[in-house]
């Protein structure tokens, strides 16, 4: 009996061996669900250049854009649970969505598989230096005392721009007007132009504008204080955790019920495509990213977190799809 059960249990566990001893048994597709040239199809396309001869097998970028990122992250949730089809995707499609649409093609707690957070882009709480505030609380204050006398620049319903400003107007009980613009340059040359009066928009592309004096920032939406701006405090410092819509980020996907082995060896070959100091200072850090590339376990339990925030910082806001 104990011969059969031991027999039993290895045909059981063959089905699960087998695909991560010989994956990848044919071409691995990485969809975008952006427009080639950006941030993410540069994290895509690196890993589909050094993944090709690790794993001797063609390693392709496909961009499947549109609907908010829906489309091409569907097409990964309904792919074969293989491996074979992988999703490199901002945290949009997978934190928001399900909030500001009222019914998605697909579930992503359910129907993907996290790999890793590949990067962190940090957002700066900004305002224009004609503003006569010296934090985030100073402009509450003049804000209560002048109703509708501030605006701000989103770049859409949803956007980190609009919750964490409807968040604090529904925190503060202050009234401040949103602009939205059609992306997050347009966005920023608003307020660099006077425009607009407050934003927030990642440190990678204000740090420079910050520098020579041109924006104002009041804070970070970071765990810890961003080393090249230490005077600046995080939201939760202060005094904001709770309308703080947490920072952008990158990660890498698998479709839900891929084989964890063929899950581990993802992450494992990622993370050391990543590890060169080559490729980590030209994908990533000379485009003013935080590496993260975080193990599965702990990006599932990051994106639960993101999700939580999200949900109810949408929910304040009232924001749905555009």
């Known amino acids: 009996m104990c011969r059969r059960r031991l027999i039993l249990a290895v045909l059981l566990a063959a089905p699960l061996a087998v695909p991560?001893?010989?994956?990848?048994?044919?071409?691995?597709?990485?969809?975008?669900?952006?427009?080639?040239?950006?941030?993410?199809?540069?994290?895509?396309?690196?890993?589909?250049?050094?993944?090709?001869?690790?794993?001797?097998?063609?390693?392709?970028?496909?961009?499947k854009t549109g609907a908010a990122g829906i489309i091409g992250t569907d097409a990964v949730a309904k792919a074969a649970p293989d491996g074979h089809t992988l999703l490199v995707t901002s945290e949009s499609p997978i934190t928001s969505n399900p909030f500001l649409f009222e019914k998605l093609p697909y579930d992503p707690m359910r129907e993907l598989a996290p790999i890793s957070e590949l990067i962190s882009l940090p957002q700066m709480v900004l305002a224009h230096p004609s503003v006569p505030a010296a934090s985030l609380k100073d402009l509450l204050e003049q804000a209560k005392a002048r109703p509708n006398a501030f605006?701000?620049?989103?770049?859409?319903?949803?956007?980190?721009?609009?919750?964490?400003?409807?968040?604090?107007?529904?925190?503060?009980?202050?009234?401040?007007?949103?602009?939205?613009?059609?992306?997050?340059?347009?966005?920023?040359?608003?307020?660099?132009a006077g425009e607009v009066q407050m934003t927030m928009v990642g440190a990678a592309l204000s740090q420079g504008h910050i520098q020579a004096g041109k924006l104002k920032p009041l804070a970070i939406a970071r765990k810890d204080r961003l080393p090249a701006l230490p005077s600046v405090p995080t939201l939760a410092e202060a005094g904001f955790s709770d309308v703080d819509p947490h920072e952008s980020w990158f990660g890498l996907f698998a479709t839900a019920g891929t084989p964890a082995a063929v899950i581990d060896r993802i992450h494992r070959d990622a993370v050391e495509v990543f590890a060169d100091p080559a490729v980590r200072e030209r994908v990533v850090q000379a485009r003013g990213f935080d590496p993260v590339f975080s193990a599965p376990e702990e990006f599932a339990k990051f994106i639960e977190a993101d999700m939580r925030q999200k949900q109810r910082l949408i929910r304040i806001s009232g924001a749905k799809a555009e």
């Open 151 to 192: 605006n701000y620049a989103s770049y859409g319903s949803g956007s980190l721009p609009h919750l964490l400003f409807e968040g604090l107007k529904s925190k503060a009980g202050v009234q401040i007007t949103q602009v939205p613009y059609k992306g997050i340059i347009p966005a920023l040359q608003a307020i660099l």
């Open 20 to 63: 991560a001893q010989s994956y990848p048994s044919k071409v691995v597709r990485i969809i975008v669900p952006y427009e080639a040239g950006g941030g993410i199809d540069a994290l895509a396309r690196t890993l589909a250049e050094r993944l090709t001869p690790k794993w001797g097998r063609p390693v392709v970028v496909e961009n």
